[in-house]
């Protein structure tokens, strides 16, 4: 290998500071620092936090910034038909949110509202893996009705939490769900749900609601752009009944066989499989697999056998090759196809 700090590792824990409250249950995964202000964890990250320079990069065990390691060799770290389609960027920013709060009602632009007006790359569609939840709970996705863009910016105005919350969709979910969310989509995740999120690598949040949450919306939650030019990239029809369809699948901790999470809306952004310990090999490729079951073994083609167990979080570069698992089970994210 051209650059020896591209084989599999385990990832430090990355928690940080937010403005919602949670994170205990990261803390006690992934053996991290837990709450009661950390409900994020961004795992194999080479995303910052808006408008910052160094907070949120992921840290290898040595404390060389994972984006660094990838920038001096990214066709080994990432292969060269994914740098030739996507250069040095990993497309995917991962995620564990844990949340003792509901989060507000907001939602992220996309790619072509991100060039126009951020001169960015990336929008900020997103998916929700749901690992635990109490009974009963839910998630907001998109208006129920068509709604004005006046008719918004009023309700932001008014800080009416009540109102944005009453126009939303919820759907009831439960561990194993997983839900999809195309950027420009208005959502809400309630207090107690703990999830694995995939992205696109961008820290691009528009605000709708603040009341209770230690940030200032009026300051700080349009991007720097403005409410009227933010509200430009919120999709104010409601989801269609096909879309509805399209954004929920599941995985299944019974299943004995390796399988993949989502539909195929999701192809163009990210991808994800629940993997169990069937010896299914899986592709050469970058990826982030996070143990959820287990304590078992890793065997890479082209690296060498490594020992994981439950909370691990291990970035795998392309150059390890193909690998299975033995006695363990998790969550694999990857990038979409190049």
Not at 110 to 135: M, R, S, Y
Not at 263 to 271: E, Y
Not at 299 to 319: L, M, R
């Amino acid at each position: 290998m051209s650059n020896s700090s591209a084989k599999p590792a385990k990832l430090p824990s990355n928690q940080f500071d937010h403005f919602y409250k949670g994170g205990y249950r990261i803390g006690k995964l992934r053996n991290g620092p837990g709450g009661p202000m950390r409900p994020e964890e961004w795992i194999g990250s080479t995303t910052t936090r808006f408008g910052e320079e160094v907070n949120g990069l992921s840290k290898l065990a040595s404390g060389n910034l994972l984006r660094d390691e990838i920038n001096s060799d990214p066709t080994t770290w990432l292969g060269e038909k994914h740098f030739e389609k996507f250069g040095t960027s990993t497309e995917v920013l991962i995620k564990l949110l844990d949340p003792d709060q509901r989060l507000p009602v907001h939602y992220h632009p996309d790619q072509k509202f991100a060039k126009d007006k951020l001169q960015l790359n990336h929008g900020k569609t997103e998916a929700w893996i749901v690992l635990d939840a109490p009974i009963g709970a839910r998630v907001g996705v998109g208006f129920k009705e068509r709604m004005q863009k006046n008719q918004v910016a009023k309700l932001v105005k008014d800080h009416d939490s009540t109102g944005l919350l009453n126009s939303l969709e919820f759907k009831n979910v439960k561990a194993g769900d997983a839900i999809f969310v195309p950027a420009g989509v208005p959502h809400a995740i309630e207090a107690g749900i703990f999830v694995l999120e995939l992205q696109e690598p961008t820290d691009l949040s528009i605000l709708l609601e603040w009341d209770g949450f230690a940030v200032d919306g009026d300051k700080d939650g349009h991007l720097n752009l403005g409410f009227d030019t933010a509200l430009d990239a919120l999709r104010l029809d409601p989801l269609t009944q096909e879309q509805q369809l399209q954004i929920v699948s599941r995985f299944e901790e019974s299943e004995s066989a390796s399988h993949q999470i989502f539909k195929s809306i999701a192809d163009n952004f990210f991808r994800a499989d629940y993997l169990t310990g069937d010896s299914k090999k899986v592709e050469p490729g970058f990826g982030v697999f996070l143990v959820l079951a287990g304590s078992g073994v890793m065997n890479f083609s082209n690296s060498e056998k490594f020992n994981v167990s439950t909370g691990d979080a291990v970035v795998i570069p392309h150059c390890a090759g193909e690998f299975s698992i033995e006695n363990c089970a998790g969550i694999l994210s990857r990038p979409p196809k190049a």
